[in-house]
């Protein structure tokens, strides 16, 4: 049978190239915005995370942008290589949450060689 | 480097019957979770656990599911009379004190389970 599922956005990108990959959140009262990474067939896998407090991180190849004016976060990939391809979510946690994360719709990265 | 681990990787059920699902979390972590996300769709929270106890729990996480933590390994997310719209990849994590404030978790690989 034909399974039905959100479509997800899909950001194509040529290896080499930097990448930025978009969300929107809800909750102005978050206090932890967090990006993960889910390669097909395996569980989400933390990428890095930035405090409310903050407007930009830097990681290993990855930066995170947030704009609490707008409610926008975004992850920056430099120099994406082919072991980037994968989907990604943005998740969001809040004061008013002691434990749980609420999560985004998820972007799906295709590195074209 | 430690992981998280999952079994069964799939389960196919019928419909009413009782599912468990397993899961070894990394052994410092004190806090875990199960999450579920629906083929194709977004991950959702069910429930966290510390200290033997549940500490949140979505709407979702109904009279329907419960959660053990029968020894010092495992932690078990259990589903009395499953449903067709309990199909779904379940997720558990786990993550420790300092890390589990900046939302850091650590995933398995999840279980499939298919409900017929």
């Known amino acids: 049978g034909e399974s039905v599922g959100l479509h997800l956005p899909t950001l194509s990108v040529q290896e080499g190239d930097n990448s930025i990959i978009n969300c929107a959140y809800s909750n102005s009262a978050s206090d932890y915005f967090i990006w993960y990474k889910q390669e097909s067939g395996k569980g989400p896998q933390f990428i890095i995370d930035?405090?409310?407090n903050m407007d930009k991180r830097q990681g290993q190849r990855v930066t995170v942008l947030l704009n609490k004016t707008v409610k926008h976060l975004s992850l920056q990939i430099a120099a994406t290589q082919p072991g980037d391809s994968a989907v990604y979510f943005c998740a969001e946690k809040g004061f008013d949450s002691n434990y749980q994360l609420i999560w985004g719709a998820g972007t799906k990265l295709i590195i074209k060689p | 480097e430690p992981e998280v681990t999952q079994t069964p990787s799939h389960q196919v059920t019928q419909m009413g019957q009782e599912v468990i699902l397993r899961c070894v979390p990394i052994?410092?972590?004190?806090?875990f979770y199960w999450y579920r996300q629906i083929l194709g769709q977004k991950v959702e929270f069910l429930v966290s656990f510390y200290n033997n106890e549940i500490s949140e729990k979505s709407e979702i996480f109904d009279d329907q599911f419960s959660v053990e933590r029968p020894d010092g390994s495992n932690f078990t997310l259990k589903i009395r009379s499953t449903k067709l719209e309990d199909s779904a990849m379940y997720f558990c994590?786990?993550?420790?004190?300092?890390?589990?404030?900046?939302?850091?978790?650590?995933f398995g690989e999840g279980s499939r389970l298919t409900v017929l």
């Open positions: 930035i405090r409310s």
């Open positions: 052994s410092n972590h004190l806090y």
């Open positions: 994590a786990s993550s420790e004190p300092q890390r589990e404030i900046t939302g850091e978790l650590f």
